[in-house]
């Protein structure tokens, strides 16, 4: 992975995390774009529910803890 390109596992502890916003690049058709994603105002129960990956997900594990 080049530096300064967050990860699969980068993206996962953004969420993870209590940051609001992350750098990422969009690619298309060979070039790059630099961006920058938020999640303002995601409840920590939001956040684990994207973690989850979905809603059923989110209960089933809430449920077994």
Do not use: H, Q, W
């Not at 699969?8 to 969009?26: C, M």
């Not at 070039?31 to 209960?59: F, I, K």
Request: with cysteine; hydrophobic share 35%.
């Amino acid at each position: 992975m080049a530096p300064g390109r967050p990860s699969r596992a980068g993206a996962k502890a953004f969420v993870s995390g209590e940051d609001t916003e992350i750098e990422a690049e969009l690619f298309d058709g060979g070039t790059s774009v630099p961006v920058t994603l938020s999640l303002p105002g995601v409840t920590r129960g939001e956040r684990d529910m994207l973690l989850a990956g979905c809603l059923m997900n989110a209960y089933r594990a809430e449920k077994n803890n």
